[in-house]
């Protein structure tokens, strides 16, 4: 049977045999599973190489679904509103009462709740009675996926379904936001956290890369192509790949644009693909021109950093 398509029916019967799934979200692609049942989750955990005390997101289609596993309150219901379906996830308080598998969270009691608007996920969403628990479609630490070919390539044979949904629009994970007490970022994303201070009316002091562990999954080695990598360079050295985001008047090959014309939507989107395929063409060491550190620059840089520690 084909690995990759986009048939919602076949993708269903696999889900609901407690097996795992690739799927297309807005951000990356997501590796999926029954969030209910610990069958599904541990085998998400083990595809992956993750650490079992590294929480999973899970995916709902609404709020009132949403209702069954978690309280609910204000801010999330504002921030809900104007920004999902879309690039953010909220932490949530778990109800005692919840299905959700205690695999999902490590027994903490709080949970990671995404609302995807890709129109693939969200029908898949509406055939399942369950929420899904999906991470990003890679193996632990290394770059996330962001076309069903990426996902093949990480996991081979041991998937039977990639749901394919071309290539992902944004390119980079949601924007984690903590609702539990005072909202805090956890992880920056897909979403410019600008717009939720809009909405809360709140300033966040977001500090990229601190040497705090702000959420369990904030490793500082992760999202890395597996080869060193500096950034804020001025100029690479001669077997270094180089990552610009600005059209130069030379060429070599060993450009490589993120954006001609210094877009950061654009950049982001190219990043991961564009860190594969470097590695794909056989580089050693990466080299990166100055990204702006505003809006989605400043998730750009958060990912580079990490990836940076790469020795
Ligand atoms: O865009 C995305 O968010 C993608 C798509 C597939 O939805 N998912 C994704 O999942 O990036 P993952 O597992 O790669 O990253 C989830 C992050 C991890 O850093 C994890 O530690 C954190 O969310 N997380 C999960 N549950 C949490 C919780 N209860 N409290 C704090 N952080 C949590
Ligand atoms: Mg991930």
New binding site residues.
């Given amino acids: 049977m084909k690995t990759v398509h986009s048939n919602i029916k076949k993708a269903k019967k696999i889900l609901d045999k407690n097996h795992c799934i690739a799927?297309p979200?807005e951000?990356?692609?997501?590796?999926?599973g029954n969030a209910y049942s610990d069958i599904s989750v541990k085998k998400i955990f083990k595809l992956k190489k993750?650490p079992m005390n590294?929480?999973?997101?899970v995916?709902y289609l609404d709020i009132n679904k949403v209702k069954e596993d978690c309280h609910i309150n204000n801010d999330f219901i504002k921030l809900y509103n104007k920004l999902s379906p879309g690039?953010i996830?909220y932490?949530l308080k778990l109800k005692k009462s919840s299905k959700i598998s205690k695999f999902?969270?490590?027994k903490?009691n709080?949970?990671?709740v995404?609302f995807?608007k890709h129109t693939l996920f969200r029908k898949l969403l509406k055939k399942v009675n369950y929420p899904l628990a999906?991470?990003?479609?890679?193996i632990s630490t290394r770059l996330?996926s962001v076309k069903a070919s990426d996902v093949a390539e990480e996991f081979g044979t041991k998937i039977k379904c990639i749901l394919n949904g071309g290539r992902c629009k944004?390119g980079?994970?949601?924007t984690?936001i903590?609702l539990l007490g005072k909202p805090m970022i956890?992880?920056l994303?897909?979403l410019d956290f600008l717009k939720i201070e809009k909405i809360l009316k709140k300033k966040f002091f977001v500090k990229i890369n601190s040497k705090k562990k702000i959420?369990?999954?904030?490793f500082r080695l992760h999202y890395s192509p597996g080869i060193p990598l500096r950034m804020n360079a001025k100029k690479a050295k001669k077997d270094e790949a180089f990552i610009l985001t600005n059209k130069r008047r030379d060429s070599f090959k060993n450009y490589y644009y993120l954006s001609k014309k210094n877009d950061l939507k654009q950049s982001a989107k190219n990043l991961y693909s564009l860190l594969r395929k470097i590695k794909k063409d056989g580089y050693k060491m990466i080299a990166v021109e100055k990204i702006k550190d505003i809006g989605i620059g400043k998730t750009i840089n958060d990912r580079l950093s990490r990836a940076s520690k790469f020795k």
Avoid: C, F, K
């Fill in positions: 799927v979200t951000t990356v692609y997501g590796l999926a993750r590294n929480p999973l997101i995916h690039p996830t932490i999902v969270t490590n903490q709080s949970l990671a995404r995807p999906a991470p990003s479609a890679n996330s944004i980079v994970e949601s984690i903590n956890l992880r994303g897909g959420s369990p999954g904030q």
